[in-house]
């Protein structure tokens, strides 16, 4: 019983993180209605930046790091979506797709070049130092990562309903052709948008790469969770993405520890199955009904 | 010239030639080093073409294909291995059981898969990719696991090794092509067609759609399950990672749109393209990540310069010409849409 909640614990603490990366993939899909396969390479990416900044002679702290990898992968994806998802004009929604898997691998193919294809990790202080709560042994870097999740979250959250271009985005989220007509510069706010996401993104994998060890090839598993995890929340539901994220990540952890650590990640899929099943359009999705 | 390159004769002419030469691959070229390109290429023109039938026919791209070409093979290998068949031309004849097997798998993947459309549908199939790959991995007592699965080794000289394999690929790419171009003259394939232009319109018609589309989608697997057998014996021992390769279901995409996506020969065009380069690149930059650099750069230059794909950019151009050539010089794209338009007022 102390395993299955000390597993709850962490499945909360971990679900954070994954939160931050699905929330960046549906605010993604929710303003262009692209799925962006590349988002764990990005992911993956940001935490190789981290890496490079942390084994340099600078030596930066990887939290500290994000204030120079944020911007740079913010304008990284403003870049992309301007060079290749801007020019797709027909069938947006499976071109997308391949481009941003075709982005997935050229990242890839350049970190296996640079870094070669070993697995690193990065290593700090309160990576191996933990705290006592509850007769619970709970690494430092858990708590500083969820907070810094919760944080960025937030901020996405008050730009998103708090601000003039946040209420841009939401419009363009809800109909892009009325918000154009409106006078919302649709093209400026999906670059935007696309580069808030891939700086989420870098965040992510600060804390994923602080949690778990990474190779270039690490971006299938983590690609393959995260869209997991925004079908079961309903596409372009940010709410659907957090709460995705917490549930599937307690469940796994769960699995892990009540049926054994090798099917963890197959009850992470067999949930998607059962939401399918009951609910196709997933927990705060619309019923799509016409192609989108 | 349009009339003379679509008449039956031509076409016909054109189709046998193609195959003659294709029978003859391995009589002139002998060694290994280019029957293994060959029995590559053959196989992917099958699997394009028969992903085709869902992708390009139905519209339901799929990314998930790799977990049929694996399962296929593993089901294959398990086959042999249970019914103790030795190496040789009679595994050849056990093929189409895992064909039959791979189509079960479709109906429940398709089951699930199949409820949802458009984005959430592409999610779907990377999913059950993965899951396949780890039961595949976890099933330890049945595939072996990590360990792999080893196939009966056939007892030919290295010499002609590759050649019935060739013709066994090249056979299924023929199957393949039969079905596909079986199913466009249909009306199960106007069905489809109807379908990947606007479901709900097709359904208020009284298409079948659920039926049509779980349809497709099971042909579509176990053709690509058969061909996975195959690939599964030729390389004689897959392990997960290697059978169920995203990179296998992402090639066979990036074929078709190459190629052109719905048509009938585009799989085969994009397939005979982009199979040997991709081969070249493997074999010249494989070992740094510099081969998924390139491929990745290829991939992104023909989806930007070529959506369509190519048999539909160059019959537009073809049937433009003839347009121009018909009616003289000055129909250019004149004022005739906008006079239609007052004619015909929208409902």
Redesign the interface.
Known sequence: MTLILEAVIFGVLTGGVYALMASGLTLIFGVMRIINVGHGALVILGAYLSYALLSSGAHIDPFVSLLITMPAMFILGVVLQVAFIRPLKDDREALSVLVTYAVALGIEGLLGFIFTNNFVQLNAWYETASFAIFGFHIAYVYVFGFGLCVAILGAMFLLLYRTPFGAAIRATMLNRTAAQLVGVNVDRVSAVAFGIGVATAAAGGVVFGLTNSFDPGSHYDLISRLLTIIVLGGLGSLRGAIIGAVVMLIVEDVAAVVISPVWASFAFFVILVVVLVVRPQGLYGIRVRERI | MTRLATSAPVKFGALAVAVVLALLVPVFAVDPATTNIAVFTAMYVGLATAWNIMGGYTGY?S?GHAAFFGFGAYAFGLVLAHLGVAGGYEPFLFVPVAGVLTAFLAVAIGW??L??????F???T???M??VQ??A??LVGLTGGGAGLSFPVPPWSGDFYNTPFYYAMLLMALVALAISWWIRRSKFGLGLLAIRD???KALAVGVPAHAYKLTAFIISAALVGMIGALYGYYVTYIYPQFAID??VG?SI??MV?LGGLGTLWGPVLGALILEPAQLWLAYNFGA??????????V??VV??LM??GIVPSVLSLISRMSNRQAVGPSDAAGPAPDTRAIAEPSP
């Open positions: 791209i990314l699930i898969a409820r949802t459309r458009a984005a959430t592409v999610i779907v990377i999913a059950m993965f899951m780890l039961l991995e976890n606007d479901e709900d995203p990179l992402l995409v990036l749109f740094s990540g510099l081969y998924l650099v390139f491929y990745a750069a991939f992104l989806i930007i959506p369509r």
